[in-house]
């Protein structure tokens, strides 16, 4: 694929990858808190070198009824009900995020986000509760399809802590920033194109062999996804 113009659309098959990093009150999404969330553009450059884009984060408020760990909280070093903290309810930080995604989807031609976490299944989990909660309608991400860089560093690094990984992936690692969704998002966000980038030699040789094969069997459509456009205005 050397010499020609790359598109993110075309590298994740219409998906469009977002880094997301959620510090929560535990570790059960169904009752504990959502506390900061944060969300990290991912930007492809025309020689298809992936590069980590703007920072979008927010505090949340705990919803009614949040259980807040405090063993979580000692990690996290969130103050829930700090007087000067400038937290938004569930559904307005969500809603700005997702503004800001639904915007880069159209601008790229991809179809859908889907999102990157370092143990992905956390994050996921912790904002579908969030949407469910907050009755949000027009979810921009894939509902349960996402890119674990636990994974992918296991894969190419040997390491699964985001630290050592990091560190391994020839990246700066600060003890004391860590635990920040900003932060953690940050680094996530790094360690996913420093990998994808490093698989750019077998990405180009996977998308030769599929042309060459020719045509491809059509997808069936899935209607959990299908369902729910995500162009169009930014209301929910």
Known sequence: ???????????????????????????????DG???IAAVMIHLDPDGMLHRGETHRYHVQPFPGARLDPASLAINGIDPFHPLRPALPEKDAL?????????????????????????????LGFLNAAIARTGIKRNPFHPFSCFDTATLAGVAL?????????????????????????????????????????????????????????PLPAEASNPLIDAEPIDGGDSD
């Open 95 to 123: 809603g700005r995020i997702f503004k800001e995604i639904r915007t880069a989807i159209r601008e790229t031609g991809c179809t859908r986000a889907v999102l990157v976490g370092h143990n992905a299944s956390f994050d």
């Open 158 to 214: 040997g390491q699964t802590v985001l630290s050592r990984a990091a560190l391994a992936a020839g990246l700066t690692w600060d003890n004391e920033s860590a635990h920040s969704a900003a932060y953690d998002a940050e680094r996530t966000a790094d360690l996913f194109c420093v990998i994808c980038n490093q698989f750019q030699p077998i990405f180009a040789a996977a998308s030769n062999r599929l042309r060459n094969y020719g």
């Open 34 to 36: 959502l506390l900061e």
């Open 1 to 31: 694929m050397s010499g020609e113009l790359q598109l993110i659309k075309d590298r994740f098959r219409g998906f469009l990858p977002v880094v997301v990093d959620c510090e929560t009150g535990g570790f059960i999404s169904a009752t």
